[in-house]
C-alpha cells in the first residue's frame, strides 16, 4: 500500500526556515513527479511547488518564488521542500503528493495526484 509520510513541519517566526521531508513507499517513487499542496483554513489546496521525476524540472506557485525549493532524492525515495524567509501567509497545512506526470501536477493540479500525503501543519509567527 503507498504512503506519503511528512515530516518537518512546525512553528517558525517570520524570516525563518524549515525544510518538509515527504518518504514515499509502496509505489516506485522514481516514476512519480511529486508535489507539495497547502490549504489554510477557509482556503482551498494550492499547488505550492512540483518537480519531475529526475528532478530537472520544477515548478513554483508565484507567492513562494525565490523562497522555496523543491527537491528529490530517488535513492532515497524522498522529497523535500526547503522553505525560507517565511511569511505569516505561509501558515497552513502542507502536503505531500504523488503525480504520475510532471503535466498532470502542473496543469491538473489538485485533479492529478493520485495519491497523498496526511499532511503537516506549518506555522508562522509574525
Known amino acids: 500500500q503507498v504512503q506519503l509520510v511528512e515530516s518537518g513541519g512546525g512553528l517558525v517566526q517570520a524570516g525563518g526556515s524549515l525544510r518538509l521531508s515527504c518518504a514515499a513507499s509502496?509505489?516506485?517513487?522514481?516514476?512519480?513527479?511529486m508535489g507539495w499542496f497547502r490549504q489554510a483554513p477557509g482556503k482551498e489546496r494550492e499547488l505550492v511547488a512540483a518537480?519531475?521525476?529526475?528532478?530537472?524540472?520544477?515548478s513554483y506557485a508565484d507567492s513562494v518564488k525565490g523562497r522555496f525549493t523543491i527537491s528529490r532524492d530517488n535513492a532515497k525515495n524522498t522529497v523535500y521542500l526547503q522553505m525560507n524567509s517565511l511569511k505569516p501567509e505561509d501558515t497552513a497545512t502542507y502536503y505531500c503528493?504523488?503525480?504520475?506526470?510532471?503535466?498532470?501536477?502542473?496543469?491538473?493540479?489538485?485533479?492529478?495526484?493520485?495519491?497523498w500525503g496526511q499532511g503537516t501543519q506549518v506555522t508562522v509567527s509574525s
Open positions: 509502496g509505489l516506485t517513487f522514481s516514476r512519480y513527479a
Open positions: 518537480v519531475n521525476w529526475s528532478g530537472v524540472y520544477t
Open positions: 503528493a504523488a503525480s504520475p506526470s510532471y503535466q498532470s501536477i502542473t496543469i491538473r493540479k489538485n485533479e492529478g495526484i493520485d495519491y
